[in-house]
C-alpha cells in the first residue's frame, strides 16, 4: 500500500483529527490531532488494510521556533500471513503528533505497542514529553535528579553535577561556545 493510499483511508476515516499530511518528505506522514491519538493508533494497529504490527521508533523534535514538540511515531506493516497478498502488506508510513512545549502532554500509546514504554520514556527522559497514561513513565537515561531535557535545543548544560565538573571532550564548560 502506498503511502498516498494510507493517508486516504486515515483522512477518510478521520476527517479533521488528520490536520495534515505530507508525502513529499524521506518519510511519508500525517499529523493528527492528540486527542484522536489512540482512536488512530488503533485502527493503524488493527484495521486489515493498515496492520501496523510494528512500531519501530518514537523520535521526538524540538520545535522551538513554535514553541511545540513533536513525537513522530514510525510505522512498519510485518506480514503475518502467506501467499500473493503478502507483499501488498509490507509497508512503512509515519505519523507526528505535535504538543505545546510549555506544557507537553501526549496520549501514550504503549498499550497497543509494548516497545513504546522504552520510547515514550525516551521522549519524556531526554524532551520532556509527558505521556498520559504511561504506567511508568520515568527517566530512563539521565538520573531521577537531573534538572532539564537535554535534548532540547535552549538547554542549558550544567557546569556540574552534585560535585562533578560538567566539561565535554573539548575541555568546554558550555558546548555551544
Known amino acids: 500500500m502506498t503511502s498516498e493510499e494510507i493517508s486516504d483511508i486515515l483522512r477518510d476515516t478521520f476527517g479533521e483529527a488528520i ?8 518519510r511519508p506522514y500525517v499529523v493528527v490531532d492528540p486527542a484522536k ?11 486489515p488494510r493498515m496492520r501496523f504490527n510494528m512500531l519501530q521508533c518514537i523520535t521526538s523534535i524540538d520545535l522551538l521556533e513554535e514553541n511545540q514538540l513533536a513525537a513522530i511515531y514510525d510505522f512498519f506493516s510485518i506480514p503475518t500471513d502467506t501467499g500473493a497478498e503478502v507483499a501488498k502488506m509490507r509497508h512503512h508510513f509515519a505519523v507526528r503528533l505535535v504538543t505545546d512545549r510549555d506544557n507537553p502532554h501526549l496520549p501514550t500509546v504503549s498499550h497497543l505497542w509494548p516497545t513504546a514504554d522504552w520510547h515514550e520514556r525516551e521522549a519524556f527522559d531526554m524532551m520532556g514529553i509527558i505521556f498520559d497514561g504511561h504506567p511508568q513513565l520515568e527517566r530512563i537515561l539521565c538520573p531521577d535528579d537531573w534538572e532539564g531535557y537535554p535534548l ?15 566539561t565535554t571532550e573539548y575541555e568546554l564548560t558550555n558546548p555551544r561556545h
Open 19 to 26: 490536520t495534515d499530511s505530507v508525502m513529499d518528505a524521506g
Open 37 to 47: 491519538w489512540q482512536d488512530v493508533a488503533a485502527f493503524l494497529r488493527d484495521d
Open 152 to 166: 532540547r535545543k535552549d538547554y542549558e548544560f550544567p557546569l556540574e553535577y552534585h560535585g562533578i565538573p560538567g
